[in-house]
């Protein structure tokens, strides 16, 4: 297989296509009111210029990853599968949540379509139990659980190996690694005009505890001593490296560009958590707030 061969997905291109669709057609919604001022004046760029940029460029990395040759060397190369999963993990998923494009894209729907799906969404009651299930999937502890149990378990070498002989379970692989991305993210990255549930200071340990386990996930591959996946079954791979050097590769993959996003979450959550202290310290330092006469 030519490892520069440009796939067609068209599963990705539609979804893709529809997302853009929606949310283009969701900002000339006249239900959304004007558009917001930010402050900027003469062309400046204000924070919902920053989302566009955020929404446009998560598009083009799922784009990147699931759409060009990455997705054919997925196929012959562990490193490169896992440059996906890093693509739609560490990147798109991310900037979805700064985007924060879901009432855009909700008002991209025919009003005809959105009343009757949003009362059945939110009142059925055949839906109750599903959406207990997702208040609890949501919320920081369901999130953790289960982005990382869905980060193990697609890395179990009976799971990876299906995805490798079955595409539609590929494609379900990585829609639930942008998907639970997404999730995991948005307990630590605020989405305008919300904020997320955690305090400063649990965003920084929520972070921590999941780059450990995807520290932990690395190191498993990267010092096994055979490989465990059906690449070594390939007569060749593109570079003529080994199994096991690919396998070691992706994991080096995980730990060193896998971790910058983490990297400057956690930093940043650190920071204001830090900050916020400093604040509180402040206020309750004698002569400093303003003491009633």
Same mark, same amino acid.
């Given at each position: 297989?030519?490892? #520069? ?67 054919? @060397?997925?196929?012959? #190369? ?8 890093? #693509?739609?993990? +560490?990147?798109?998923?991310?900037? +979805? ?6 009432? %855009? ?15 059945? @969404? ?13 208040? !609890? ?15 193990? $378990? ?45 305090? %400063? ?13 995807? !520290? ?32 070691? $590769? ?44």
């Amino acid at each position: 297989m030519n490892p #520069l061969t440009w796939p067609i997905e068209p599963w990705v291109l539609l979804g893709v296509e529809v997302t853009a669709i929606l949310y283009l057609w969701g900002a000339r919604s006249p239900s959304k009111g004007p558009a917001p001022s930010g402050g900027a004046q003469g062309g400046g760029w204000n924070s919902s210029r920053w989302r566009a940029v955020a929404f446009w460029s998560a598009l083009g990395t799922i784009l990147l990853a699931l759409d060009t040759p990455v997705e054919t @060397l997925a196929r012959q #190369l562990f490193w490169a599968h896992m440059t996906q999963h890093l #693509l739609l993990i +560490m990147v798109a998923a991310p900037l +979805m949540v700064v985007a924060a494009p879901w009432m %855009q894209i909700w008002r991209g729907l025919p009003l005809a379509l959105r009343r009757p799906l949003a009362r059945v @969404l939110v009142k059925h009651p055949v839906l109750a139990a599903p959406r207990q299930a997702f208040h !609890w999937l949501s919320a920081p502890a369901g999130a953790f659980i289960l982005s990382t149990a869905n980060l193990w $378990f697609w890395h179990w070498p009976a799971a990876y190996d299906l995805t490798l002989r079955n595409h539609a379970v590929h494609h379900l692989e990585h829609g639930l690694f942008l998907g639970l991305g997404i999730l995991f993210w948005a307990q630590v990255i605020d989405q305008h005009p919300f904020h997320a549930r955690l305090s %400063q200071f649990n965003r920084v340990v929520f972070v921590f505890g999941a780059t450990i386990a995807s !520290w932990a996930l690395a190191a498993v591959l990267a010092f096994a001593t055979a490989p465990f996946y059906s690449y070594a079954a390939l007569p060749s791979r593109p570079g003529g490296i080994s199994a096991l050097t690919d396998q070691q $590769f992706g994991a080096g993959i995980m730990w060193v560009p896998g971790s910058i996003t983490y990297s400057i979450v956690f930093i940043t959550c650190l920071y204001l958590w830090f900050r916020e202290e400093d604040a509180r310290g402040r206020a309750f330092t004698p002569g400093h707030a303003g003491v009633a006469e």
